[in-house]
Nanobody
Framework: QVQVVESGGGLVQTGGSLRLSCATSGFTFSRFDMSWYRQALGKERELVATITSTTASTNYADSVKGRFTISRDNAKNTVYLQMNNLKPEDTAVYYC???????????WGQGTQVTVSS
């Protein structure tokens, strides 16, 4: 049974930090590209950051470059998103996705709320 479970969200003041975790099970984590997305109220879901399966190369949305860091621990089947210098516009539900694009496989978590107060 595939499980993708985000945690670590919460309420933080502008300039603060949070670390999101995404714990997975039920599939071979090391073979999957892992991504964080976010969806603010009334807006489309957007890609925040991705870390690949093989080389662990990373990509970030321009809006979070220099502030957010994605990382993975294949031994723990977990991906992280370290978020620093948070801004009110970072307020959203953050989702974790596991993907094998060649096979068209995508597993999503249920999301964790991040709220940044001004």
């Amino acid at each position: 049974q595939v499980q993708v479970v985000e945690s670590g969200g919460g309420l933080v003041q502008t300039g603060g930090s949070l670390r999101l975790s995404c714990a997975t099970s039920g599939f071979t984590f090391s073979r999957f590209d892992m991504s964080w997305y976010r969806q603010a109220l009334g807006k489309e879901r957007e890609l925040v950051a991705t870390i690949t399966s093989t080389t662990a190369s990373t990509n970030y949305a321009d809006s979070v470059k220099g502030r957010f860091t994605i990382s993975r621990d294949n031994a723990k089947n977990t991906v992280y998103l370290q978020m620093n210098n948070l801004k009110p516009e970072d307020t959203a539900v953050y989702y974790c996705k596991a993907a094998r694009p060649y096979y068209g496989i995508n597993y999503w978590g249920q999301g964790t709320q991040v709220t940044v107060s001004s």
